[in-house]
């Protein structure tokens, strides 16, 4: 069993910052690449940024030079630090890992619960 919660969403207004955090647990061999996804009421999910573990990063273009995603692989943990934030990041924030589990040494996709974010204009 493997698990990620996510954690840091909140309201804020136009212009603040926020940190999401996910953090993975369970029968984890390694963590490939981790992401954050977002879906706004009435819209597809989509990424936000991804982050492998030996650095390459991919970020939406709306949220280029406002994000940034990070990680730290000691304690499988992923980061989203949110700058700038605009009414238009609206979502729940969800974390994606590619988890190579302890028991099969296979790759599966998990999901976290997610996480609101709102941002008021």
């Known amino acids: 069993q493997v698990q990620l919660v996510e954690s840091g969403g909140g309201l804020v207004q136009t212009g603040g910052s926020l940190r999401l955090s996910c953090a993975a647990s369970?029968?984890?061999?390694?963590?490939?690449?981790m992401g954050w996804y977002r879906q706004a009421p009435g819209k597809q999910r989509e990424l936000v940024a991804a982050l492998t573990t030996g650095g390459s990063t991919n970020y939406a273009d709306s949220v280029k030079g406002r994000f940034t995603i990070s990680r730290d692989n000691a304690k499988n943990t992923v980061y989203l630090q949110m700058n700038s934030l605009k009414p238009e990041d609206t979502a729940v924030y969800y974390c994606?890992?590619?988890?190579?589990?302890?028991?099969?040494?296979?790759?599966?996709?998990?999901w976290g619960q997610g996480t609101q974010v709102t941002v008021s204009s």
């Open positions: 369970g029968s984890i061999f390694s963590i490939n690449t």
């Open positions: 994606n890992a590619g988890v190579v589990t302890g028991w099969d040494l296979n790759e599966y996709d998990y």
